[in-house]
């Protein structure tokens, strides 16, 4: 697997600080280095307020960093490019568009003919197993569905990453588990880069191959951990356990050290 | 379509079955609306019988008459349709100025902060003015310039229409319908969620894009409501406008100079008139929300 250590975003030397209202310096994120390779399933873990969205929404170009840079494949990133997607937690399925509308929307904004906007849309509701609905308005759709049309909406803009902001967070434990299964099949069946961003360890450990670990106050990556575990991943195999156990005291170091 | 009766179940063409209380259930449900207007024009005729006085009170069946001969000339004033038309023709053009106003204005004032902050303070010093506060000030600007006047027409039947619409009536109108179409259209936008127009940057929308494909379309029902306040307040100040001195055709004008007359008949048919227009044209805005924007209502709940 010679390709997968093609380097495919660097980020070096990246801090964020923001302005609080009460005209105070926050510091989000510090100093983070990292180098994410093609095709690769990297996860960021950390406690709420470590700054993982903050990273992820820079890479994105959403977000200017303060201090450092990041580089997809050579070029610097500063604004939103076609090569990198974003899946949000929540709310951004335009409502007033079906399914297979927000589906062809990157191609729509990127003025592709309407026919070949929506036939290009279909093929990827259906790796999302949401043909059926494309009809319909988000609103008629639950929690799970919706995630898998901004997933399917993401893929249709042709990125070669696609990054994932807590994706499955605002969903039951259950769809949460089917959507993370369904991920990888989309994931293998595609060959994007992914890097996934969420506070649940389990989720990590069952999907990625690296993890970075982060501490909060300010977001720092303290440690990352390579996954040399065989997918399908079985929640009971005993090193899956191993690993979510040392990860969670890892994070417990980050919280500890936060606290004053 | 027959309804055959049959063991207490009713049975149409279609062959979809109806219970007796089905039918019952909709006889009462079609009747709730039309109870209060009955009651109103019961009431009307027994006070109209025992007042006895054609000035005070006109009969019901004198008031039907004028309305079910819209286009009957009232006493050298014009038909009633006449009026009724002019009066339109002037909220239409005036409103739709305002639309095209206050509509890219509120978006772009609702997006960027800076253009809220330039105008806002502004606007705000001008909103509490009601719009009929204006007509002096309005009166002595365009005195009885109207289309015709702008357009260099002084003869012919397209005078006659175009003298009609005099600019003084469609600025009352304009800042009548400006403020509420404003308002929500500014409202509209500030709550359109960031994650949407985040999404729209990420998917490569360009600044144009986020406006005309993310920001309108969001905001597009509210926009709509404010449309709907707007042209009702159009409307009210119009007519109102219309009965001040000065005004020689409209709607307005027909009530106030029919009731110089002593005509209250046509005072009543008149404001009848008033009542069934700004009903029919909240219906029309009413059934655009309905349709096209049910996706908000659920999309909150």
Not at chain 1, 230 to 236: G, K, W, Y
Request: proline share 4%.
């Amino acid at each position: 697997m010679n390709e997968e250590s093609l380097e495919i975003i660097g980020i070096q030397g990246l801090s964020k600080t923001f302005t609080t209202q009460k005209g105070n310096q926050f510091l989000a994120v510090d100093k983070i280095n990292l180098k994410i390779f093609k095709n690769s399933f990297t996860c960021i873990v950390g406690p709420s307020g470590c700054g993982k969205s903050t990273i992820l929404r820079i890479t994105a170009g959403l977000e200017q960093a303060s201090t450092g840079t990041v580089h997809y494949a050579a070029s610097p990133v500063t604004k939103p490019c076609a090569e990198i997607g974003l899946v949000f937690q929540e709310y951004s399925l335009f409502p007033w568009m079906t399914v297979l509308d927000n589906v062809a929307a990157g191609p729509e904004f990127a003025k592709v003919d309407k026919k070949k906007r929506r036939h290009d849309a279909m093929d990827y509701l259906f790796m999302v197993k949401m043909e059926a609905f494309k009809d319909s308005y988000p609103h008629e759709l639950s929690g799970g569905m919706r995630q898998r049309v901004a997933i399917a909406r993401a893929l249709a803009n042709e990125p070669d990453v696609l990054l994932m902001d807590e994706p499955f967070g605002a969903l039951d434990a259950h769809t949460r588990i089917l959507l993370q299964q369904e991920l990888l099949r989309v994931w293998e069946l595609t060959h994007k880069t992914i890097v996934l961003v969420t506070h649940s360890v389990d989720e990590a450990v069952f999907l990625a191959d690296e993890i970075l670990v982060m501490s909060s106050h300010p977001g720092e990556i303290r440690k990352i951990i390579q996954v040399d575990m065989e997918r399908p991943r079985s929640r009971a195999n005993p090193k899956f356990g191993a690993l979510t156990d040392d990860i969670l005291r890892e994070l417990g170091n980050g919280m500890v050290k936060s606290q004053p | 379509m027959a309804i055959i009766f049959n063991n207490g179940i009713f049975q149409n063409g279609f062959g979809i079955k109806f219970s007796r209380v089905d039918i019952k259930l909709w006889t009462v449900s079609l009747l709730i609306p039309v109870l209060a207007p009955i009651f109103l024009i019961f009431l009307w005729l027994v006070l109209a019988s025992r007042i006895d006085n054609q000035v005070i009170l006109p009969g019901v069946w004198e008031v039907g008459i004028l309305l079910f001969h819209p286009t009957q000339d009232m006493i050298g004033m014009g038909s009633l349709a006449g009026n009724v038309l002019v009066s339109l023709l002037r909220v239409v053009i005036g409103y739709s100025i305002a639309a095209v106003v206050a509509i890219p204005l509120g978006v772009v004032m609702g997006y960027y902060g800076l253009i809220f902050r330039f105008f806002n303070g502004f606007l705000s010093l001008f909103r509490p003015i009601p719009p009929l506060a204006w007509v002096p000030l309005v009166m002595a600007w365009f005195g009885i310039a109207s289309l015709a006047t702008l357009m260099g027409i002084e003869t012919g039947k397209l005078f006659i229409y175009l003298n009609n619409i005099k600019f003084s009536m469609l600025f009352i109108i304009f800042i009548g319908a400006f403020y509420p179409i404003l308002t929500s259209t500014i409202q509209g936008v500030k709550t359109v969620g960031v994650t949407l127009i985040d999404s729209a940057r990420v998917l490569g929308a360009s600044e144009n894009q986020i406006f005309r494909k993310v920001l309108i379309p969001a905001a597009m029902p509210s926009i709509i409501t404010g449309m709907r306040i707007g042209l009702g307040i159009a409307w009210m100040c119009l007519v109102s406008a219309e009965m001040l001195p000065g005004s020689l055709s409209g709607i307005g004008y027909m009530i106030t100079h029919a009731f110089t007359l002593a005509s209250t008949d046509i005072v009543i048919a008149g404001m009848i008139s008033i009542g069934v227009v700004g009903a029919l044209m909240d219906m029309v805005f009413r059934r655009i929300e309905l349709k096209k924007f049910s996706w908000r209502k659920q999309a909150e709940s």
